[in-house]
């Protein structure tokens, strides 16, 4: 017991050892609590806010005089609607990739790689023609209740098929309409759309 005291001691003294050579190195103070001398680093973003809102500020008056008239279209859709429909089409379609993927499993069943490329590959041309179409109406209403009536459809129909049928069926199922579940209620969400 008293070697373990000892050698407690001792390297508590190496320690104090090295503090004193580090302070030959380092000189130990006090720091200056007089307070900042220049900017600080709030009132450097102040400046920056300041300065961006009114560089905005400019371009929009620029654009309402109608000087960059040509720009307008750039800035209000910078990559177009097929250019929209095309990123919101590969987006759903890794998410029926994953959602088939995921139902596989689920059931325990050995998943087909051809197959669950080959599903999706079948499902990509119908999830453009339906965002390509739908996104950006001018029908705000006729497009609102059609991604409700779509949502509420897909979604009760996903919950029959798994009370009713069975496992291979919900297996075939699930991937489309929680595809369709995603993309209207998204759409629904995105577009800000309301029952009111």
């Given amino acids: 017991m008293p070697a373990d005291d000892n050698d407690g001691a001792e390297t508590a003294a190496q320690t104090r050892r090295e503090r004193r050579k580090q302070s030959k190195y380092f000189k130990l103070a006090q720091p200056d609590r007089n307070g900042p001398t220049g900017k600080t680093l709030l009132e450097i973003a102040a400046e920056r806010e300041k300065s961006l809102f009114r560089q905005a500020d400019e371009r929009r008056a620029e654009l309402a005089r109608g000087s960059a008239a040509g720009d307008a279209a750039v800035l209000d ?20 990739f994953t959602l088939d993927v995921l ?5 325990g069943e ?14 990509i041309p119908v999830l453009f023609a339906l965002v390509y179409a739908l996104h950006r109406q001018a029908h705000r209403a006729v497009t609102q209740a059609f991604f409700f009536v779509l949502s ?8 029959h098929a798994t ?29 800000n759309y309301s029952a009111f």
């Fill in 103 to 107: 139902v596989h499993n689920q059931y």
């Fill in 163 to 191: 009370n009713v049928w069975g496992y291979l069926a919900v297996m075939k199922r699930a991937s489309p309409l929680g595809t369709l579940l995603a993309l209207a209620g998204g759409f629904l969400w995105w577009g």
């Fill in 110 to 123: 050995g998943i087909s790689w051809e197959a669950v490329f080959s599903r999706t590959a079948q499902a």
């Fill in 152 to 159: 509420t459809l897909s979604g009760c129909y996903l919950i």
């Fill in 77 to 96: 859709e910078p990559i177009g609607r097929f250019g929209e429909a095309v990123v919101y089409t590969t987006t759903m379609a890794m998410l029926h």
